[in-house]
Structures are given as C-alpha cells and as structure tokens.
C-alpha cells in the first residue's frame, strides 16, 4: 500500500529562504569537498582567466583614446605600435574567453559526475530506492530526477560561475572609481572657496 503524500503540484513553491541556502550548502561541500579537489583548482583557476579576461577588457577599452593622440600628431610609428597591441590584446581576450568556457564544461562534467555519484549512494543506501519507487507517491520517476535535475543544475551553475566570480570585484572597482569621480567633483565645485580659504591661511 503506498504511503499517502500530497500531490504534485500542491506544494509551496520554491522560495528563497533559509531552507534552500541551507541545501545549496550541502551541495557545496559535494561539489567542493576540500579546498585541494579538482573541482577546487578548476574553480580558481577560472577565477584567474577571469581576472585576466576583464583587465584585458579594460586595456581594450582605453585604446580607442590613444588614438586620437596618435593620430592627431600624425604619428605613424605610434600608429603601427598601438594597432599592434589592439590586435594583440583582442586576440588574447578572444584566447581567454575560449580557455574561459572550456574551464566552464570541465567543471560542468566534474560537477554533475560527482553530484551524480553522491546521489546514487544515497538512493542504494538500505531500502531508499524501494522506498521512493514504491511506497511514495509524491516522487514521479526518481531515476529520472537524478539525471536530468542533476545535468540542469550543473549546467546552469557552470554557465553562471564566471559571471557570479567577477559580479563582486567588477562592483568593487566600479565603487572605488565612482568614489574617486566624486571627490574630484567636490574638489572643482569648491575649487574657489578653497583658494579663498587657503589665501588666508597664508595671511
């Protein structure tokens, strides 16, 4: 006789709350179980061509404004060097992006292998497996589940990895840069009362 659960569909639906931080934490340590895993290294080094990829963006971006200097004096040899170097660096950031998304599949693959594997013991360990084929009927195909839940989930965490390492240091700078705009603002706007300020000091 199988165990009355509640029907599919007839849960709460997922939020983000203490509950699933709590499981995304449990999956963590499946995911990196020593800061010496595979999975470990691979990450850090993502964060590295991470880095590297978007210094290698914000060298890119300021070449458009040495050109004006190089071409407004007429500097043909500054010209030839700094088309060099634009080709250089274009080539090395389509080079990062490249190691970038395939450090990315790696740790999709280790991922889902090892999540896969955590699992499938879990699911043979005493009578689980007969337990949720059997005698519940709130879980449809658990079989299933463990293979294309887990494939799903390692492939959107490994698309996302890149994006979520750099969100934090991109948000960094860019409120240490805003910081500096700011103060050289109020630097100009008071610009007179601290001639004046200062002109009286010397008095």
Known sequence: MAVPGPAPGAGARPRLDLQFLQRFLQILK?????????????????LCLTLLEQFVIYRVGLIPSQYYG???????????TLTFLAVMLIVLNSTLKSFDQFTCNLLYVSWRKDLTEHLHRL???????YTLNVLRDDIDNPD??????????CRQLSSMASKLIISPFTLVYY????????????????????????RHQHL
């Open 175 to 198: 409120t240490y840069q805003c910081f500096q705009r700011f103060k050289h603002m109020q630097i100009r706007v008071n610009a007179e009362p601290a001639a004046f300020y200062s």
């Open 30 to 46: 499946v995911l990196f179980p020593s800061w010496s895993s595979q999975n470990a290294l691979m990450f850090l080094t993502l």
């Open 70 to 80: 190089v071409l407004g004096n007429k500097d043909l040899e500054g010209f030839k």
């Open 144 to 153: 299933q589940r463990i293979s294309q839940d887990v494939e799903r989930f």
């Open 123 to 129: 699911y043979f360990r005493g009578r689980v497996y």
